[in-house]
């Protein structure tokens, strides 16, 4: 077979009509993808805008610091802040040792078998369960057979269900992403599994495992159907104490308020919003600063 | 054709699968004590699986069988009672590419002794190691900087120091100069010989004229059967077998 450049040496400036027309095709494309990121970012700006106006003239000191109350203007979300950070703290403290551990034991000790497979495509699988079903498996197994009651414990251990699975999924990512030679080189030198993973395979994948973990966390903070679920109280005028104390979270809260008829608890919902909002925001750029020290090393 | 007797590493009738595909097929080979010994081959023909299989990192393989044994002092390498991490602690390796921890490079050759414990002050053996690998004067003012910011060529003297450190009694080169320029190829060949002294190497190596410049002896493989094995000049320039001097001049393929 001859090989001949196929231009056959023409000078530039003769672009064929498929070439302009391809041109033409790509900025089409172009100018979509600008369009629909225009109208996701504007209709978020619209909502954000919405709650802001709303919700900002009643966030103060004294917003943050009362119960709920049957008048507006003494109304706070402190029950409802504190539930949430006991609530994610617990979960933190559970999911992530269990999770981490089992995402080291899938990607270097599990033997290849078709059993691990099977795990592995079933906590896939499990990432994408509705939070509700979480829901009714924590009311049946910690609320009623280990009976732990409305509590905080009972709370923070059904939502580890529902984030196992992705931090999981998100460490074993982050797990794999080091180098197989680096593990290799270590070996080569007389390590033993333990020492391959604690010295070499953790500290190169923490950074990933805890932005996974932060987003998996920043999920189960939002959640509120498996807390509705398991029977977490609407109205709570106290903070909690301890992991078995009863409890009520921001989205249940912000629920309430905005199922009530008076336009007041409205803008009151959309100021528990904000704070949400802020702790979402507070976790998400932890991660980032995480992601960002592990880089820099 | 070699006398036995100084045989530190001896493969009989090795063979080894990946799932059923045999990549290494009834190998016989003496590695002899302080000497250097050469694998070439075309690509594919099991040279890698072969020089592995010298201190079992084809365990971290899945699917990767083995007949035969693997003899060092009278003891098979896989036998059930040998722990495959002693094992490793006698034959070290240099792997084709450079692979050093992503930490500093004091900690690069340190981690092997300090996870071992092997005796001594730590600071003298990686300045040894380091010294031996001819990179010292490059790094010994910046030995706390990462090993990422080395060159290739750096990279990799760094990895046969971080062997080195370990004092293994054999030294598993996988194409260690691969990667590397010719000023760089240079100074491992001259550390190769250096070496020598203290050291039984094996060197798998693609390149011809490194392999007859370096090596006392030389295996030339083809589909994953060794066809002759014997002094390098004789290999070279009196080759037994007509497929040996096809390859070796040149005419292969
Ligand atoms: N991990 C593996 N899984 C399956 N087959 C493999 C694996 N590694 C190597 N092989 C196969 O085994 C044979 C020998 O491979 P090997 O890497 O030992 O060759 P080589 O002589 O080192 O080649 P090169 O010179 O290109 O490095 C090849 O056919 C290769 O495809
Ligand atoms: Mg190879």
New binding site residues.
């Given amino acids: 077979m001859k090989i001949s450049p196929s231009t056959n040496g023409d000078s530039l400036g003769h672009r064929s009509a498929s070439l302009r027309r391809r041109h033409v095709v790509a900025s089409l494309f172009k100018a979509l993808c600008i369009g629909f990121t225009l109208f996701a970012v504007s209709v978020l700006g619209l909502l954000i805008a919405q709650v802001g106006a709303d919700g900002l003239p009643w966030l103060d000191a004294q917003f943050l610091n009362n119960f709920p109350s049957r008048f507006p203007e003494k109304a706070g979300v402190k029950s409802a802040l504190y539930g949430t950070l006991w609530v994610v703290s617990l979960t933190a403290l559970i999911a992530l040792p269990m999770g981490v551990l089992a995402a080291i034991y899938l990607e270097d000790y599990a033997p290849a078998s078709r059993l691990t497979r099977v795990i592995e495509i079933n906590i896939a699988n499990l990432a994408g369960v509705p939070s509700i079903v979480y829901g009714i498996l924590g009311l049946a197994i910690f609320v009623r057979f280990f009976g732990l009651e409305r509590s905080v414990l009972a709370g923070a251990m059904t939502m580890s269900l529902l984030i196992l699975p992705v931090i999981i999924i998100s460490s074993k990512e982050a797990i794999r992403a080091v180098p197989s030679s680096i593990r290799l080189a270590a070996y080569a030198v007389g390590a033993t599994q333990w020492q391959v993973v604690r010295s070499h395979v953790l500290p190169a994948a923490i950074p990933g495992i805890l932005t996974g973990v932060i987003l998996a966390l920043s999920r189960a903070i939002g959640e509120t159907a498996p807390l509705i679920m398991i029977g977490a109280l609407t109205y709570v005028a106290f903070t909690p104490e301890g992991p078995m104390d009863e409890f009520t979270a921001l989205p249940i809260q912000i629920f309430n308020w905005a199922s009530r008829p008076q336009a007041e608890f409205h803008e009151l919902a959309a100021a528990g919003i904000i704070v949400l909002l802020a702790v979402l925001l507070t976790m998400n750029a932890l991660a980032v600063l995480i992601r960002y020290k592990g880089t820099q090393k | 054709m070699i006398n036995s007797e100084n045989a530190v590493l001896e493969a009989r009738d090795v063979t080894?699968r990946?799932?059923g595909?045999a990549?290494?097929k009834n190998v016989n080979l003496s590695i002899y004590e302080k000497k250097i010994t050469a694998?070439i081959?075309?690509?594919?023909?099991?040279?890698?699986?072969?020089?592995?299989s010298l201190n079992r990192m084809n365990d971290f393989?899945?699917?990767?069988t083995q007949d035969g044994e693997i003899l060092y002092r009278d003891t098979n390498l896989y036998d059930e009672g040998v722990d495959p991490v002693e094992v490793r602690l006698h034959m070290g390796m240099v792997f084709?590419r450079p692979n050093p921890f992503p930490k500093s490079i004091f900690r690069n050759v340190a981690w092997g002794p300090t996870i071992n414990g092997l005796p001594g002050d730590i600071n003298l053996r990686v300045e040894r190691a380091l010294k031996q690998a001819a990179l010292w004067e490059e790094v010994k003012d910046r030995l706390d900087d990462s090993a990422l910011n080395l060159s290739g060529g750096q990279q990799q003297r760094l990895c046969i120091a971080r062997a080195l450190a370990m004092e293994p009694e054999v030294i598993l080169m996988?194409?260690p100069c691969s990667a590397l320029d010719p000023v760089s190829t240079a100074r491992i060949e001259d550390l190769l010989f250096e070496l020598k002294q203290n050291y039984t190497i094996v060197i798998?190596t693609?390149n011809m004229q490194q392999a007859s410049r370096v090596s006392d002896y030389t295996a030339f493989?083809e589909?994953?059967t060794l066809i002759e094995y014997g002094d390098t000049d004789q290999v070279f320039t009196r080759p037994k077998q007509k497929r040996t001097e096809d390859y070796v001049t040149g005419r292969f393929g």
């Fill in positions: 080894i990946y799932g595909h990549a290494v694998i081959g075309p690509s594919g023909c099991g040279k890698s699986t072969l020089l592995r393989i899945d699917h990767v084709q996988d194409e798998v693609h493989m589909s994953g």
